[in-house]
């Protein structure tokens, strides 16, 4: 019987890797969940099911590694805030926008416009607009299946440079949410009374 439950624990393990939005956690649950079944397969002498996912769990740590790894395929492009893609990319995943900055309306107002992407592809925006040497932040977004890609990181330490090169000195947002606080308190931003501050 014993037996039967790590069989059926590494299958719900499995089941539920397929149901992550999350790169990342698809990823360790997967990997949790092959290495069950190497146990239940050194159990029941099953060879093929103990070779099997043991290549599942050695890709599962490559493609770890590579997430979570020091980011080569990470950019920034600089856009108008009128530019249509930003405008149906941020009309496509408003509702998840809203999720954790519900004051978020539309990038009209911004004079500073990046798109960041992943393998080319987008997965972010920052919207801002200029005040001397600040940047105010209206948006910091990243999509839901890459918030755990470290893009946040990337920008305001590895990518800073870009923002330095256009003046800005310091970035200041606010957070309505207690979610995107402590996204903020992650990325370096320090509070300043109801807004947070991160120097460049």
Same mark, same amino acid.
């Given at each position: 019987?014993?037996?039967?439950? @790590? #069989?059926?624990?590494?299958?719900?393990? !499995?089941?539920?890797?397929?149901?992550?939005?999350?790169? /990342?956690?698809?990823? @360790?649950?997967?990997? @949790?969940?092959?290495?069950?079944? /190497?146990?239940?397969?050194?159990? !029941?002498?099953?060879? &093929? /099911?103990?070779?099997?996912?043991? !290549?599942?769990?050695?890709?599962?740590?490559?493609?770890?590694? *590579?997430?979570?790894? &020091?980011?080569?395929?990470?950019?920034?492009?600089?856009?108008?805030?009128?530019?249509?893609?930003?405008?149906?990319?941020?009309?496509?995943?408003?509702?998840?926008?809203?999720?954790?900055?519900?004051?978020?309306?539309?990038?009209?107002?911004?004079?500073?416009?990046? @798109?960041?992407? *992943?393998?080319?592809?987008?997965? =972010?925006?920052?919207?801002? *607009?200029?005040?001397?040497?600040?940047?105010?932040?209206?948006?910091?977004?990243?999509?839901?299946?890459?918030?755990?890609?470290? !893009? #946040?990181?990337?920008?305001?330490?590895?990518?800073?440079?870009?923002?330095?090169?256009? =003046?800005? *000195?310091?970035?200041?947002?606010?957070?309505?949410?207690? /979610?995107?606080?402590?996204?903020?308190?992650?990325?370096?931003?320090? &509070?300043?009374?109801?807004?947070?501050?991160?120097?460049?």
């Amino acid at each position: 019987m014993t037996t039967e439950l @790590v #069989g059926y624990l590494a299958s719900a393990l !499995i089941v539920t890797s397929l149901a992550m939005t999350s790169v /990342v956690r698809l990823r @360790v649950i997967s990997f @949790v969940g092959s290495v069950t079944f /190497v146990v239940y397969g050194a159990l !029941i002498g099953a060879w &093929p /099911v103990i070779v099997s996912n043991a !290549i599942i769990a050695l890709i599962n740590v490559w493609h770890l590694r *590579r997430e979570l790894g &020091p980011r080569q395929d990470l950019g920034m492009v600089e856009v108008h805030h009128e530019d249509p893609y930003l405008t149906d990319f941020l009309r496509t995943h408003l509702d998840d926008i809203h999720r954790s900055q519900p004051g978020f309306t539309s990038a009209h107002l911004d004079d500073v416009a990046f @798109v960041l992407t *992943r393998e080319g592809l987008p997965a =972010g925006a920052l919207l801002g *607009r200029r005040d001397g040497r600040d940047l105010h932040v209206d948006l910091d977004y990243v999509m839901h299946a890459y918030r755990d890609s470290r !893009i #946040g990181r990337w920008l305001y330490a590895d990518r800073a440079g870009a923002l330095r090169g256009k =003046g800005i *000195r310091r970035v200041v947002a606010t957070a309505e949410t207690d /979610v995107h606080r402590r996204y903020l308190q992650a990325m370096g931003f320090a &509070p300043d009374g109801d807004r947070w501050v991160r120097e460049l």
